[in-house]
């Protein structure tokens, strides 16, 4: 179950057909499991399989100030509109959220803690590293181009564009698909990688374990589990999970409050 290589296929989307792409792999076999490298090929066309999006992600972090929780609400319909708000449930629900939204074109964050506002174009990525004209770089050079963007290096982005996160963290160490679970009453399975490469030194240590639960219908990131010498450290979770949901038409307006000041 583990795999020989370094799985590096985040940008190798399968060819459009129509309007946008679709997922190279259907569906994964019911009666097998998957190897590693099937799983990830199927993980990285994840948004791909539905219209519109509802997602919940609570995240629970554990350090020398106890257990902390954090909840991202994400909003999503392709191509391009999106909503996450973040909030942190012991401080209230009153001026303690962040938003970020984006149309493709404008991103908009609001952090309701310090009334701070920023209003700013899209930052367009590295001419070449993605697309038909990358096609001739290694795998590793190349990057996942997300037909419906989310904020960076964040837990929504990776459960729901997970190709970079299988790439350059889980590909980086010891893999193995070791079971099934069932999240939230969906499917999922169960994938653990020993000691990823990692940029954080608390954390770059032989015995730090990334176990994480994949949909099998979808392929989206349900639980994401760190530890460090079995002791769990981070536990993120999704709690409400709604591919295909019915989306209200103000789902994505936003209107800076009074009083906010503009970074820019």
Do not use: K
Request: negative net charge; contains cysteine; hydrophobic residues 40%.
């Amino acid at each position: 179950m583990t795999t020989p290589r370094a799985w590096d296929r985040a940008a190798d989307l399968p060819m459009p057909v129509g309007r946008r792409p679709r997922p190279e792999v259907a569906a994964l076999p019911a009666d097998t499991p998957p190897t590693v490298a099937e799983l990830f090929t199927f993980m990285r066309d994840a948004e791909l399989r539905f219209d519109a999006l509802r997602m919940r992600i609570e995240e629970r972090t554990f350090g020398v100030g106890g257990e902390q929780l954090t909840v991202a609400d994400v909003v999503l319909r392709h191509p391009s509109d999106a909503r996450v708000t973040t909030t942190q449930p012991a401080l209230g629900t009153t001026g303690s959220y962040e938003v970020w939204i984006s149309d493709g074109e404008v991103v908009r964050t609001y952090s309701a803690a310090h009334r701070l506002g920023t209003e700013r174009p899209v930052r367009r990525s590295v001419v070449g590293i993605s697309g038909p004209e990358s096609r001739d770089l290694p795998g590793p050079s190349r990057v996942y181009v997300p037909l419906t963007a989310l904020p960076m290096e964040t837990l929504p982005e990776t459960f729901v564009h997970p190709a970079g996160y299988c790439q350059n963290v889980l590909s980086t160490g010891a893999c193995r698909v070791v079971g099934a679970d069932e999240i939230g009453g969906r499917e999922a399975i169960v994938l653990e990688c020993d000691h990823p490469r990692t940029i954080e030194m608390s954390a770059d240590r032989p015995d730090f374990r990334i176990r994480i639960a994949v949909d099998r219908a979808d392929g989206v990131i349900l639980r994401l589990e760190e530890s460090i010498g079995g002791v769990v450290t981070r536990d993120a979770r999704v709690t409400g999970y709604e591919p295909d949901a019915p989306l209200p038409a103000n789902a994505f307006d936003f209107t800076f409050p009074t009083g906010t000041t503009m970074l820019y």
